[in-house]
């Protein structure tokens, strides 16, 4: 069992320190917020006053925050990771963030002597609390082998997709495809219904044919034919349509990044990006398809 440092103790961060706890790891916790660690010590694990006091004594140091530039300040500022980690501190970065900031961090990681590995994760809070999250990891395939004994406390799927930042790529393009696919089925179940099919006939039939994806087969946007999608509980977040804009909007600067043209990717995000504006963030991001179908107008005629 091993000595974990854990940095970011929000929403997906406190449920994965609850893990670790029960596997047997020392989970030394610190965030910004002190109420954040309040919570992280009433289950039992140290705190610490700052990241420096965090990882002094630890043998692994975890960072779940929320994007690139909170990643390179935990790790790159003054009495941060990379200054105050003893020396064989094996470093993971679970954070969904831009694959330049990943790939710059994992440098200055090296370059200080450092072993570590990016594993952003799919799965949002509920698949953090029941330690089911799926770890996508970049970095050697020997810092691999070492990160998975402890990603497996936190989730049933570990898998190496490549180098440096391959995971943070990896987590980037799968997400964009949720995105896109959400706003796709959300098109196409508008035009089912007013064509005459009812719901459950287009999911019987197109979760075994050529139309069916996660999004319809296990998260379908109306309530209904699969019991356990959030449309069935007032689109109570799994996760976020605010979240899914932050991973639509990191595919859009990502794709520009290598001059790739992501049309629809485009389209979907300033979809999300309009539904988020006139307040619905908080909703679920299934909950676009009651904007594609005009249940729900935004400002601007959408
Ligand atoms: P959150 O905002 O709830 O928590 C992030 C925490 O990091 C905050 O409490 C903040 O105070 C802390 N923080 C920021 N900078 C810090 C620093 N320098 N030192 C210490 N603490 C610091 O966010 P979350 O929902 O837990 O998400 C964390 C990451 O996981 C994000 O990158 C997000 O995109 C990704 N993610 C989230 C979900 C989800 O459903 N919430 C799902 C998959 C991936």
Same mark, same amino acid.
């Given at each position: 069992?091993?000595?974990?440092?854990?940095?970011?103790l929000?929403n997906?961060?406190?449920?994965?320190?609850?893990?670790?706890?029960k596997?047997?790891?020392?989970?030394?916790?610190?965030?910004? %917020?002190?109420?954040?660690?309040?919570?992280?010590?009433?289950e039992?694990?140290?705190?610490? @006053?700052?990241?420096?006091?965090? &990882?002094?004594?630890?043998?692994?140091?975890?960072?779940?925050?929320?994007?690139? %530039?909170?990643?390179r300040?935990?790790?790159?500022?003054?009495?941060?990771?990379?200054?105050?980690?003893?020396?064989?501190?094996?470093?993971?970065?679970?954070?969904?963030?831009?694959?330049?900031?990943?790939?710059?961090?994992? %440098? =200055?990681?090296?370059a200080?002597?450092?072993?570590?590995?990016?594993?952003?994760?799919s799965?949002? &809070?509920?698949?953090?609390?029941?330690?089911t999250?799926?770890?996508?990891?970049g970095?050697?395939k020997?810092?691999?082998?070492?990160?998975?004994?402890?990603?497996?406390?936190?989730?049933?799927s570990?898998?190496? &997709?490549?180098?440096?930042?391959?995971?943070?790529?990896?987590?980037?393009?799968?997400?964009?495809?949720?995105?896109?696919?959400?706003?796709?089925?959300?098109?196409t179940?508008?035009?089912?219904?007013?064509?005459?099919?009812?719901? %459950?006939?287009?999911?019987?039939?197109?979760?075994?044919?050529s139309g069916?994806?996660?999004a319809?087969s296990?998260?379908?946007?109306?309530?209904?034919?699969?019991p356990?999608?959030?449309?069935?509980r007032?689109?109570?977040a799994?996760?976020?349509?605010a979240?899914?804009?932050?991973?639509?909007?990191?595919s859009?600067?990502? =794709?520009?990044?290598v001059s790739?043209?992501?049309?629809?990717?485009?389209?979907?995000?300033?979809?999300?990006?309009?539904?988020?504006?006139? @307040?619905?963030?908080?909703?679920?991001?299934?909950?676009?398809?009651?904007?594609v179908? @005009?249940?729900?107008?935004?400002?601007?005629?959408?």
């Open positions: 069992m091993a000595v974990i440092a854990f940095i970011g929000g997906m961060g406190l449920p994965m320190c609850k893990n670790l706890l596997a047997g790891h020392t989970v030394i916790g610190f965030d910004l %917020q002190e109420s954040y660690r309040d919570r992280l010590a009433a039992g694990a140290k705190v610490a @006053g700052s990241i420096a006091e965090a &990882v002094q004594q630890a043998e692994v140091v975890m960072t779940m925050v929320p994007a690139g %530039q909170h990643v300040t935990a790790y790159q500022g003054e009495g941060g990771i990379l200054e105050s980690a003893r020396p064989g501190t094996f470093l993971i970065d679970s954070s969904t963030i831009d694959v330049e900031s990943s790939r710059a961090v994992h %440098q =200055a990681a090296s200080a002597g450092f072993d570590m590995v990016d594993a952003p994760v799965g949002a &809070v509920p698949a953090a609390e029941a330690a999250l799926v770890f996508m990891v970095g050697t020997e810092s691999f082998d070492k990160a998975v004994p402890i990603l497996k406390s936190m989730g049933t570990q898998v190496y &997709v490549g180098e440096a930042g391959c995971g943070e790529a990896m987590k980037i393009c799968n997400n964009m495809m949720a995105g896109m696919s959400m706003v796709a089925l959300s098109e179940l508008t035009l089912a219904e007013r064509l005459g099919l009812d719901y %459950q006939t287009v999911y019987d039939v197109m979760t075994k044919a069916n994806c996660w319809l296990v998260y379908c946007p109306v309530p209904g034919p699969a356990a999608s959030p449309a069935n007032d689109y109570a799994g996760f976020a349509m979240m899914m804009l932050k991973d639509m909007r990191l859009q600067s990502t =794709a520009a990044d790739t043209v992501t049309p629809i990717a485009a389209q979907a995000a300033a979809l999300y990006e309009a539904a988020v504006a006139e @307040g619905h963030g908080g909703k679920d991001f299934s909950f676009i398809f009651n904007v179908s @005009g249940r729900v107008e935004l400002h601007g005629g959408k």
